[in-house]
């Protein structure tokens, strides 16, 4: 057993036996690492699972801290949190019309049957062979050269966020665009670097260009290029997080930073939850030269936390050209079901004002409100609030999670609890 279970392991128990109280604040990622004679990475892993199963959430600018008092209680509020919500508009989840199961299951049951290579642990900076495969794909997509020794692959954004946090080692200022990413900026900050919000002189810029807040939006090549010229000039390191880049539907994709600064001063993230499902944990970095060689210098104490199985078929998914059909796909697909309940909340709705995000994804409606915002809930809807200011309420929308035939009846519980 891994370094990092055993943690996972010891907290849970000490949760589950009140040891660990509800509300108790847990030791900062450096404070574990020293407690528990353990890596950051570790510490953070374990935290990362401890908050993905319920034990434990995180607080923007405070710390991580113990969330209820049984496992019970728990999964008794979650079975009642998911029959309460029949229509899911937050959550970015999959829609099972998007994905053709049959194909990936003939993958994963390939991979399965590869006995040799399962006998053994993964290599701690992703199979080889599936880095290979990402190589080429970013440098086909998104112009990012980069060869596969540069490529660290990992469960998520999160867990590759950490595994940097560590390589750098000026703790300086991080920059994020909004407090959105909450999960990000709280690593960071257990890390002993200083979170601030677009803060122009940061150290470190992390920036998500595709979808750069809420809404959607998409960052101008004018402020790409001033962002690259900056970061060239200032020598802080801009990190890439290039999510939803591939549903560009209805404008023309724009290059990535990583690209237009040739490398330089720029990790690129990218990952695969939106284009396949959200259960695929499988993200993927692209380290500079300079944090490339620091990180195999250290590779020893980083554990892989992809699944084996899972890179082994996602591997030669990409080589027979099925993730570029799925992207088509996914695509055309969502981009189509935004633009319909845009249409079916115009008709609805006639004092309301509905847009549609610049990626095309995401709904934004501005609407006349007298109500408290738990209404929502009482009509079995999750939906994110942007603002709710002098009876005006505005609601960023997205479809993804939500069958299109349950559209019709989706918008009947919206206007049940609006008006």
């Known amino acids: 057993m891994s370094k990092y279970d055993d943690l996972y392991n010891k907290l849970k128990a000490d949760i589950l036996s009140g040891q660990l109280k509800a509300g108790d604040r847990l030791p900062s990622v450096r ?29 923007p600018q405070s710390g991580y801290y113990v969330s209820y008092h049984t496992a019970k209680q728990i999964e008794e509020k979650s079975a009642d949190t998911k029959q ?94 909004d407090k959105s990413f909450q999960q990000g900026a709280a690593l960071f900050e257990d890390y002993g670097f200083d979170v601030k919000y677009r803060f122009k002189d940061a150290e470190i810029i992390y920036v998500s260009p595709s979808h750069m807040t809420k809404r959607g939006d998409v960052m101008p090549n004018k402020r790409r290029m ?91 998914y990409i080589r027979d050209g099925h993730l570029k ?19 079916l909340l115009a008709e609805e709705f006639i004092n309301a004002q509905i847009e549609i995000s610049e990626n095309a994804l995401q709904i934004i409606m501005t609407v006349p409100f007298s ?15 942007e603002s709710y200011e002098n009876g005006i309420l505005k609601l960023i929308i997205n479809t993804g999670a939500v069958p299109q035939n349950s559209f019709k009846n989706a918008i009947i519980a919206l206007k049940n609890a609006l008006s």
């Not at 690492?33 to 935290?47: D, E, F, K």
């Not at 029949?86 to 590869?114: H, P, T, V």
């Not at 801009?238 to 930073?257: G, R, T, V």
Request: aromatic fraction near 10%.
């Open 226 to 316: 001033e962002l690259v010229e900056h970061s060239a000039k200032t020598a802080s390191l801009i990190i890439e997080d290039d999510y939803e880049s591939d549903f560009q539907y209805n404008i023309m994709p724009a290059p990535s930073l990583h690209a237009l600064a040739g490398g330089s001063n720029v990790v690129y993230l990218g990952s695969f939850s939106r284009l396949l499902l959200p259960s695929i944990r499988i993200s993927f970095m692209v380290l500079t030269p300079e944090l490339a060689g620091k990180y195999r210098e250290n590779i020893y104490k980083f554990n892989q936390t992809a699944a084996k199985t899972e890179q082994i078929a996602l591997c030669q």
């Open 325 to 343: 059909a799925q992207i088509r796909k996914t695509r055309r697909f969502y981009t189509a079901k935004a633009r319909a309940f845009a249409a």
């Open 31 to 59: 404070k574990a690492g020293s407690l528990y004679s353990v890596s950051r990475t570790t510490v953070q892993n374990a935290y990362f699972a401890l908050a993905a199963d319920g034990f434990i959430i995180s607080e």
């Open 84 to 177: 309460n919500i029949l229509y899911d508009f937050k959550s970015g989840g999959a829609d099972r019309e998007s994905f053709e199961f049959d194909i990936w299951r003939r993958y994963m049951k390939n991979a399965l049957r590869q006995d040799e290579r399962l006998l053994t642990y993964g290599e701690a900076q992703g199979e080889a062979e599936l880095r290979e495969a990402l190589s080429e794909y970013v440098r086909d997509k998104r112009n990012v050269i980069a060869s596969p020794s540069r490529i660290v692959i990992g469960a998520g954004v999160q867990s590759l966020l950490g595994i940097l946090c560590s390589l750098i080692d000026s703790k300086g200022t991080v920059s994020f665009p």
């Open 371 to 385: 109500k408290n915002l738990d209404e929502f809930e009482k009509n079995g809807i999750a939906v994110f609030v």
